[in-house]
């Protein structure tokens, strides 16, 4: 098998939401016939690509959205070794948490799963998150992106604080900051002065490469 | 209840399905709420029974039509909690990359919860059973309907809620929610794609538990059960419509049968925007009302009404988010049209789109409430 078809194989895998196993074995494949590290990256990119779309469309929901999330964040840990003397797997960090008085989780993990298959590093602070901690966790972090979720009504005053807590640190021009979650929206987002309002976990990890000045999608 | 027979009753009933601690404290000061999920079996027990009484004249007192119990999630007689020590989660966290915290709580049924202080109530975490080969292990000893303890609150509830003429609705949980909570997300979701001979076996465990329940809350007087658990999120449904039809709503339709022998009418709940999977929950489940129609995920209840309400009672759709946030005003107007879009020719519970939570408005609930009084008169005369 040739290494385009190897890899074509790989990325209408995971578009596909074929077993995990059978794609990881379709990679090593791909490896093994002569295909770099970074032409992996670009197909697992490619496919989250266009499951996106799909998600975008409604033709895909959750469930295969997380699905190929998952995949290629499985895929991106098996060829990390190979991809250490490449340049620049990670191509930034995101230090991520719901915010506090909010104990939700699952929105901010699929995010979480989005964000790592797109090779971002995460730091994931997890749920009911007080202000100085994500401030803290800027200071040590220094992370390119602050992202906060938040599921119920009361996170809407925290998020705001976050932000201002940051100005008042001299912190708000180092991080990008973006907000998402069912309590919240793009006006919101203006209105308290966060870079962007991420409206779905796609959305976000698409937000995220943006900033970190990589391209979503590859070849 | 008429209406639920798709008749015009005296009035539109009003309901909660479930109301925050603090909430029901403050309506009915001094009493005490509690959320003893956590304690030990004997304490626990004298606690949810102390709390059916106080629900009960709570919801009474609000000038609810129907009062809930939710004696198929309540553990029985003997059933001990077990809490995750800080070696146990960070063994859990180690395999599976999830943030699992020591003190987590987990139910009969593999969910993990944590105890959210300020408005004293458990919220779920990650599920627990983290491969199918744990589930196995699990279900040895699945959870017996039938055991004793089970229902000894639910006796309570319905023996206050006859005295008040008060209609009663057993709760259920959902299977799709059940397994989307008892597992990660990710491996009920890999499950559910690799392995739908087990998704299938589980769905039918959980369905076998849920009739018998049902039959049980026929036996106790119920008058109707509602299935909760989330099957949509904010921007559709958890899974493909198709897949729902198949693996979920099926066996939902046995449930409903089960049901309807036990003279019990079948309510789905979820939030979230459920539009693209009304048809399998009227055609294939075939349930007989649908619970809590949520706005802000863009359901609205007309078109909800002008399409299925011939065939469905409709619950809701009062928004939470307004409840928490918007002017009293606001509530009041959103009221108005719920009532106004809803309730012509009956077939409609006016109700929030999930629970007065912590962080409603207790003003703006009572608001809702009101207009419900006010504007709830058959025939309905909104403009």
Redesign the interface.
Known sequence: MEKTAALEELRSAIVN?V??EEVKALAKRALEIGAQPLEIVDTVKGALDEVGDLYEK?E?????L??AG?TASEIMNMIKPELKASVGLIKGKVVIGTVA?D?????K??VV?MLESQGLEVV?L???VPCNRFIEAVKTEKPDILAMSGL???V?DEMGKVIEALRNEGLRDKVKVMIGG??VNPEYAREIGADAFGA?AFDAAKLAVEWTGEKMGGQ | MNTIEHKEPKRVPIFELSIDPIHIETLMFPERFWSPADKPSAERIDLLKHNARVKVECWDKLGFSLVPDSMALTPPSGWSAKILSEEEAGKMREETRLLYTAGTFVDEWGRGTIYDSKCRVWVQQYGTITSLEEWERWAEAFPDPWAEGRDSDAKITVRLAAERGMALAGVLREPLATLFEAFPITTYYRLQQERPDFIRRAVKAYTDYNSECIKRYGELGFDLVISTGDIAHRDGPLIRPSLFDEFFAKEMHRQVEAAHKADLKYVKHSDGDIRTLMPSLVNTARVDGIHSLDPSAGVDIGKIKEEWGGRIFLMGNVAVDSLALKSTEEVVEQTEECIRKAAPGGGFILCSSNSWYTHCKLVNCLAMVRTGHDYGEYPIRIP
Do not use: N, P, Q, W
Request: proline share 0%.
């Open positions: 939401c077993k995990l409604r895909y929901f959750l469930m295969e997380t699905l998952s008085g104990l939700h989780y699952i929105g993990d699929i799963v994931d997890g749920v009911d119920l009504t009361v809407v069912r309590a779905s």
